[in-house]
């Protein structure tokens, strides 16, 4: 008997101007790959919320930054996302950010968030399974 393969995790990959007015792109993009997979609408919503939170962690510290790229890979059971500011300055993440209300409300949407450096800059990675 065969084994069954591993589950193939595809990704979307998003860039845009680091600009607030174009976050609804991303949370457009996170909650249809979401819905893609069932997850229920509150899930989507906080797979929503918390890509909005993230994105806005990172804008608050862009600089001149001119970029944001946003990776979502998909399995069964979860969505992974990664948001990376391209803006190599600065010291990531600022000092005290995992005591702050912001990192309270994202680790409260997603089932698991990190802060962290991707060869382009700064980086939140967040990601929602679905219960079943």
């Known amino acids: ?7 193939v995790r595809r990704a979307v990959v998003v860039n845009m101007p680091s600009r607030p007015e174009l976050l609804h792109v991303f949370r457009a993009v996170a909650a ?4 893609r997979l069932d997850f229920p609408y509150d899930a989507v919503d906080d797979l929503r919320l918390a890509v909005d ?7 608050a ?8 790229e946003m990776a979502i890979s998909e399995s ?13 300055g600065g010291a990531w993440p600022p000092e005290g950010l995992s005591r702050t ?5 994202l680790t409260a949407l ?7 450096m991707d060869g382009q800059g700064p980086m939140v990675s967040i990601v929602k399974r679905v219960q079943r």
């Open 110 to 116: 997603a089932d698991e968030a990190a802060f962290g």
């Open 76 to 88: 069964p059971d979860e969505v992974s996302v990664q948001v990376v500011l391209h803006d190599p």
């Open 53 to 59: 939170e993230a994105c806005a962690q990172l804008l």
């Open 101 to 105: 209300l912001a990192w309270q409300v």
């Open 32 to 35: 249809s790959v979401a819905g």
């Open 61 to 68: 510290v862009r600089g001149d930054s001119s970029k944001l």
């Open 1 to 7: 008997m065969e084994a069954n393969p591993p589950p």
